[in-house]
Structures are given as C-alpha cells and as structure tokens.
C-alpha cells in the first residue's frame, strides 16, 4: 500500500535535492537535511513490516491475574507487549513480543513536544468453544495507518499487524477472562522516536501493542448516560485532524469534559459551527432515532464522515447493521447533518425515539438527556428504562458476533 | 496564582462528589474516582513549586563541547537537566538537576496515547561581561501555565521555575557559546505521566528543562524564504487550541510543511477561513508591511489573538518596540485581520513594503515571496536584498537586549 505519507516523503525529498527557486540553499532547508532526509533511492528499498521475523522472549515473571470483577479499563496490563521499531534509513525491523516492560526515551524525543502519537482500541473475544477473536481488525489497521500517515510517521503492512497482534494475544491468552461482556482491550500505539528539537518528519519511530483485560461497560446492565452539549469549545473542524486517531485529539478535551461532568453530566456533546451541528460525544459517536417530520418514517441519524468526526468502527458496524436489518422493517438510516435545535425540537413534539452513543468501549451507550441551552432534552427513555430498542437490539446484534455466537465475515479467529 | 485548571479540578471534583443526577452513580464516574480522584481538601494542601528544595547531582561523566560552528538546532543537549515531579495528591516535589539522562516511562503513560504534553522556548544570552541573561522569561512562564492549565496538567509558579532555570543555566553554563548570534535554547516541558489508558485529567505530570546550545540561525547574513499559501489544510480554529503551545498543535503541521517544501518552499503559512486570513508560518508569526490605501501612511501588521494564533513572544516584542520607536515615525501598527488577497493587492500595486517571520529560533525571518492561487506574490525586497529595513531594525533592537547592550528590564540577569 502506497500511502499518502510515503508519497509525500518522496515527493518532499525530491522537492528538497532539486531545489526549485534560489533562496533555497538556505539554512533551515539544510537543517532539515541534516535531521531528517533519507535519499529517494534509499526510501524505495525500506523494509516492510515482516510478521515472520517475531522473535518472542517470554518473561521470567509471570504476574498474578486479577479478579475479573476487579478489572479497571486500562489499569491492568498483560505480561509482554509488542514492539517493532521503524527507521527512514531501514523501513521496519524485526518485530518482538518482550516481557511488558518501560521505554527508555531520550528527553528530546519527538514524541514529548510534538504529539507524534496516534493510536487504535481493539479487543479479543473468548468464544464459546474456547478459541479467541478480534473484531473487524482491518478496519483498526486502515485507520491506524491513515493516523499515522497524516502525521508523517510510517504506514504498515495491516495484515501484517493483525497477524502479530494474533501471535501476542496467543502468548498473553491466560489474561482474556471467559466470560461474556469481558474481553482484552489491545492498544496498537505509534509514536515518533527522533531526538531533536527539529521539527520535521521523524527519522524514527516505535510501534508498540500492549493489552488490558477489561470487564463490561456496564457490570449490571445499561445505565443511561447524561450529556452536556458543548458549544464554548471546538473538537475539530474542516481541513483538521479531527477525523485521525491522534493523541492530539485527546488532551485538549479533558477540560470541556471536566465542565460537563461538574454539572453532573457523565460526558460533553461536542457541536459545531453557528448550525450547531451534533458532531461527536467525548469519546463516542452518537446515534440519533427520530420520526422524522416530512417523511413520517423512523430515521437513525449519525453525522457524516466530513473530516469533523471520528471514524469510529463501531459506527460503521451500527451502520451495517441497521442498512441490513432495520431497513427492511421501514427504518431509513441517514448520514447527515443534523441540528441539535432539530434534536430538541424532535423531543419536545414527542418525536425523538431514542439516542445513544456507539464505540469500542461499550458498544452502545443509551443517553438518556442532553444539557442545551440552559434546558433538558429529554432523549425519549421511559423513568425506569436504561436502555432503547435500537441500542439494546445493536448491542446483542455486534456482541453475538464479536464473541462468535453469529457467524460473521467480521469477526477474526486467532 | 489559581489557574483556570486548579478551578475545574477543584469544581469538577465537587460536582462527582456531589451528583445532582441520579444517573451520575454510574461506571464512568466511578471509573474516574478510581483513576483520578483527589479530594477536594487534599487539593488546597498541594505544595507549590519551591526553587528552595533545589538538589543538585552533577554528573560524572561532562561532554565535550560541540565546535560552536557544528552546532544544529536542537540534536545536543548540555551535561544536565532539571526534572520536578508533580502528582496530584502532594503538589510538586523537591527540584532535581540531574544529569540528562533518558525517561523511563511506562507504555501506558498518558503521554504517549492523548497529548499531555506542551513545551516553551527561549534562550539563554552570555553577554560582554560574560554574564548571562534570559530574554522576557515571565512570558515564557505564563505561556506555559496558560497551555498546562489547558490540557488538564498542573500550572506552578512562574517566578519559581524562572530562578530554577536560572540555576540550572549556570551549572552548564560552559555550553553556552560566548559569541554573537549564539545562545542555549532553554526548552521547558511539561508532561503527563499518569499510567493509564482512561481519558481523564492526569493524576501525576513530569516538569522538565533540557538546554541546547544553538548558533545564529542565519549564519551568513539574513537569507529571505520563500512560503507556499495554504489553503487545503487548517491549523486552528475559535474555540480550538491554536493559541497554546500544545504538543497537539505541531505534528500535523507536518505534512502541509512538506508539500510547501516539495514545491521549493522553505515554510507554509496559514490562512483561515474563506476570507483568506494570513494567520502565521509554520513556527513563526507574520508581520507584513503595507501602505495603506485608505490612510496613506506605513502600517505594520500583524494577526490579531484571536485563538487561532500562537502568542509569541518575540511576536509581542517586536509589536511593543514598533509601538514605541516607529509610531512616533508616523508607522501604524496595527493587530488586525487581513486578507491574502489583500496581500497580493498591495504587492500589485507597489504598497508592499516587506513582509518578516518572527519567533524564538530567528527572532525575524525576511520573506521574499508568497506563493498564493499559483502565482508568487513578491514581497517588495529588492533581487539582491534579503532584508527588510523593519526586520533589519527589529534584529538589532531585540538582539541588543537579549545580549544586554542596551540596558532594559525585558532582560533578565541570572
């Protein structure tokens, strides 16, 4: 796969050994020689990631697990991690399962000062004869690599990673609890290595996996969440990143979080633009179910892949799923812009179904109101309901798949 | 100092102590609690970052100094660092000058996954008398409270780091080349260090000062850069980032940077919106200057702070000394909005008088041409000139403070 990353690097270089206007014998351009180029002949020989050089080295150490009732998201880790370093001079090297273990950094790494960082959530799934599986991974490994490309850090070979994540999902096996609603969250990470203050294209960089075990969303059945609509701040915007796994998209939205939650809202609702459009929820894509007005029919409604969301697979499966299945009972099933005006005004004629959020962590996540304008959108839940028929129906619908109870092209056994 | 930060840490805590919705008892929250909690009372003993509890271990091994011409921005550092731990149960720890030496962080550290990071420059001066001076160090220090407070990190007291700098200055001080146009780039970073994969506000963060010692960024004499218009891509937004010196904001600069340089571009410079705006350059802000049409006289303008720029600091330098020695000469100096068409009007009809970069690294980087809707817009210098009388005048005055000829209080005396 040629990505945009590898053609802009080449075309850059090029661009660089035959300067096309005077001034550019020029310092910065000679610094960024210095740093960071890699020649154009040389860019075409870099090696490509290789699943069949992993070299494992088990650890002597072996930890004790935790109680599954235990598990926090994200606290816990397995006994080893995948590493593969890459290098502009040499491409990918030979790819190892090490005991889990720091990384030892140079200060001046570029991965501290300029978020050269991007990275995938993931999960493997016992199934019920024992055997062990990832969910849609090739979506994880598109995304990861349109992430890593847009930030000119280096693409891979996807198939090639799904194979070497399988290899260390087998080595930790013993950490993924059986049983349903439990799984091992996986964290494919890339970040750039290159020690200069420079700013420029990383000469080096470092993919690594580690692994989670991680317990249901909800340990005693849905609970409806609450969000605050957001409009004082801006996630992302057209000709952004908003739309790429990047560390970049994270930080900057912990204080906007932090308001929400001091009202007493579990997440903020990020809308954008003078329309206020309904973008995304903290770290979810949202669904939308309405009768629509014009139509009379029922309508899911996420927001379009414009750049200004995240493209998350769990959306795309809800998407599927929903073409598939709630179509032919008369549902239409939209990509489009929506107002959140039009959310509260659904609402208060009675006409809003049911909304909830979608992503890897809970598959589905009911809402059951929206702060806006100083009012309550009521979401449509009845008083002792957590949860709609539509989430409800999409939750066993991509849970049976993802633990193997539905035969699915989707799901991938190790 | 109680930062916007400390505000929302303190109210967002109250909030998920005290939950005004019933569907707050929740996974989410509890998540966070156990992640992230401190209390409330807890918060208001932290300990401030105390310059006093300085330890120094020197190291044992000193580096050879670089010859003063080898030096490249950034590529080597000095024989130490400075590190101050913050968590947020205690506050910040006791100040180290150790020796530079790598950081050991786990995988999971939330630097690596969400962009808890942000960083200063600025430079240290040996001046006639061999002593050495910072340049405006409190700007630097607001700055960097004004980004940490952003992104959920700890803020500090800038007088504090100011001195402790100043300290860790004068352990290396033999790195710091005694000539004009030379100096140590101080690079001041902040990093979040909670180990966890769950978004939240870190609970612990790593202050640390790494030193560079850096050669006059035009060796020869100013050399005039070329930029490439960019209008497929946005760096900023209102209500976005752009404004603070985030890790977040600068890798997905890259790419845009080296399209620019594919087609002979030295930095690409950022316009918003469909009026056009010129924001900034790459790493810099822009001045242009024009006669003006309406009012006849010479204008010097620069991109308001409207969010979507960075507030640099030479930046607000070269406004105040325009302010104060090129207004009485009938200069306008103007923080406005305009337009690249305006731009390229002024240039069509002889009004353009020069256009200059300013930042940390160049203090004023002259700009010979703009390419903008495939045509290059000259900036008014002449075929054998390479700079401006505005940026020629700018360097003298900056740099005679930064190395203490002339006497004045943004010259700071370690």
Same mark, same amino acid.
């Given at each position: 796969? $040629?990505?945009?990353?590898?053609?802009?690097?080449?075309?850059?270089?090029?661009?660089?050994?035959?300067?096309?206007?005077?001034?550019?014998?020029?310092? *910065?351009?000679?610094?960024?020689?210095?740093?960071?180029?890699?020649?154009?002949?040389?860019?075409?020989?870099?090696?490509?990631?290789?699943?069949? &050089?992993? *070299?494992?080295?088990k650890t002597t150490t072996p930890k004790e697990l935790t109680p599954p009732k235990e598990l926090v998201f994200g606290k816990t880790f397995t006994d080893h991690m995948l590493t593969v370093e890459w290098t502009a001079t040499d491409g990918w090297h030979s790819p190892r399962i090490v005991p889990y273990q720091n990384l030892s950094l140079d200060p001046?790494? @570029?991965?501290?000062?300029?978020?050269?960082? @991007?990275?995938?959530?993931? !999960?493997?799934?016992?199934? !019920?004869?024992?055997?062990?599986?990832?969910?849609?991974?090739? !979506?994880?490994?598109?995304?990861?690599? $349109? *992430? *890593?490309?847009?930030?000119?850090?280096?693409?891979?070979d996807g198939e090639a990673l799904i194979k070497l994540i399988g290899e260390f999902v087998k080595v930790d096996d013993r950490f993924i609890p059986d049983a349903r609603g439990y799984s091992l969250y996986l964290r494919p990470t890339m970040i750039g290595t290159q020690k200069t203050l420079g700013v420029g294209p990383p000469g080096s960089a470092l993919l690594f996996v580690i692994a989670s075990p991680v317990g249901p969303y909800y340990p005693t059945g849905f609970k409806a969440i609450s969000l605050e609509a957001t409009d004082y701040a801006v996630r992302a915007w057209p000709g952004g990143v908003g739309d790429k796994k990047l560390g970049a998209n994270y930080a900057p939205c912990i204080l906007p979080q932090l308001e929400a939650a001091s009202r007493g809202f579990q997440q903020n609702l990020w809308l954008f633009g003078e329309e =206020?459009?309904?973008? =995304?929820?903290?770290?979810?894509?949202?669904?939308?179910?309405?009768?629509? $007005?014009?139509?009379? $029919?029922?309508?899911?409604?996420?927001?379009?892949?414009?750049?200004?969301?995240? =493209?998350?697979?769990?959306?795309?499966?809800?998407?599927?799923?929903?073409?598939?299945?709630?179509?032919? &009972?008369?549902?239409?099933?939209?990509?489009? !812009?929506?107002?959140?005006?039009?959310?509260?005004q659904a609402a208060e004629e009675g006409r809003l179904i049911e909304v909830f959020g979608a992503g890897t962590a809970a598959i589905v996540s009911p809402v059951r109101s929206i702060s806006y304008r100083g009012k309550l959108v009521d979401c449509g839940l009845k008083e002792h309901e957590e949860a709609g028929e539509i989430a409800l129906q999409m939750k066993n619908w991509i849970e049976g798949i993802q633990y193997g109870d539905e035969p699915h092209s989707w799901s991938y056994e190790i």
């Open positions: 796969m $040629k990505s945009l990353q590898q053609l802009t690097r080449r075309k850059a270089l090029t661009g660089l050994a035959t300067p096309r206007l005077a001034s550019q014998t020029f310092a *910065s351009q000679r610094l960024w020689q210095r740093n960071f180029a890699v020649t154009a002949s040389a860019a075409s020989q870099l090696a490509a990631l290789d699943a069949s &050089k992993l *070299s494992i080295t001046s790494t @570029c991965v501290f000062h300029y978020a050269f960082e @991007c990275f995938e959530g993931m !999960k493997a799934y016992k199934d !019920k004869n024992g055997g062990t599986r990832l969910f849609r991974p090739n !979506k994880n490994m598109e995304r990861l690599n $349109k *992430s *890593s490309a847009r930030i000119a850090l280096p693409t891979f =206020e459009y309904v973008t =995304e929820v903290g770290t979810m894509n949202l669904f939308i179910a309405i009768k629509n $007005k014009e139509t009379g $029919k029922n309508e899911l409604i996420t927001a379009p892949l414009d750049g200004t969301i995240l =493209e998350g697979v769990t959306r795309d499966s809800v998407l599927t799923l929903a073409r598939e299945r709630l179509a032919p &009972k008369g549902w239409e099933i939209s990509e489009r !812009k929506i107002r959140m005006a039009d959310v509260a």
